[in-house]
């Protein structure tokens, strides 16, 4: 499933959002990938934990509770580390620098929208 996401203020912070939702597609992750796009991203739900193992490229990390609030923002996460959250329910994860050029910060809101519908 592809969608949107905003932040609170209707800026996007994710233009092409895959949503993993399923076992298989939240195991796959980006494995395989050479990269992410400016823009591009996959969020990971359920998930209070990443790992890159076996990745190619780094990525910043978004940490977000039930509500999609972000908790923390783990810039440059670089292959073959893992990253945590206590309470965190779901995971951005977004090409390195993409965070910080969508001015992602804790307490952000975030809303996806999938087909014309908001989730």
Known sequence: MQGLLRDENDAIVCETCTVARDPFTRMRGL???????????????PAGSIHTFFMRFAIDVVFLDAERRVLRVVPDVRPWRTAAVRKARAVLELAAGEAARVGMKPGTM???????ERA
Not at 110 to 116: A, K
């Open 31 to 45: 494995l395989g990938r050479r990269g992410l796009a400016q823009g591009e991203g996959i969020l990971l739900q």
């Open 110 to 116: 975030l809303r996806l929208e999938v087909d014309d």
